[in-house]
């Protein structure tokens, strides 16, 4: 049974990873190399993971915060702020993803739904079409449990 569930899940990986467009992915990387400061956000279990990648990025040498933190600079002109959501509607992170817009801040944005309010707002976007607790993606179903 777990060997099973193992391959069922990495075959629901590498099909919501195949389908993210390649250039939307080198977009990405562009907006990391070129930031002066970076700074990541996201709500819940999603909130976690970008947590992690910000902190990723701070051990490859990046000037990297995640928001919330302490020793968080303003963000301005030359940053980039990396939004993370499932859903792209979280009200929370849509009114950060705003604030950044507002000061001028290149918008990178996670997401499964390109077409969302936070999605709107992206300079880049990386969409990954996966199930999840709100979003129903036609032709695929998680085994996972709460669609993680």
């Known amino acids: 049974m777990y060997r099973n569930n193992v ?5 629901e990986i590498t099909s919501v990873l195949g389908q993210v467009q390649e250039g ?3 977009n990405f990387i562009d907006e990391i190399f070129s930031a002066k400061t970076i700074v ?3 709500a819940g279990r999603v909130g976690y993971a970008v947590r992690g990648f910000g902190m990723r990025l701070g051990h490859l040498g990046f000037h990297a915060y995640t928001l919330g933190d302490s020793v ?3 963000i301005k002109e030359g940053d980039l ?12 992170v849509y009114d950060i993803a705003s604030i950044g817009k507002k000061n001028n801040a290149k918008i ?3 997401t499964g739904n390109s ?3 936070i999605g709107q707002l992206a ?3 990386i969409e990954m079409r996966a199930p999840s607790k709100k979003n129903k993606v036609q032709g695929m179903r998680s085994i996972q449990p709460m669609s993680t």
Do not use: M, N, W
């Open 115 to 117: 077409r969302s309010r």
């Open 24 to 26: 939307h992915v080198q």
């Open 81 to 92: 702020l990396i939004i993370a959501s499932g859903s792209g509607e979280t009200q929370t």
């Open 108 to 110: 990178a944005v996670i």
């Open 40 to 42: 990541v956000h996201g």
């Open 7 to 11: 391959k069922r899940i990495l075959l």
């Open 72 to 74: 968080v600079p303003p």
């Open 123 to 125: 300079d880049c976007i």
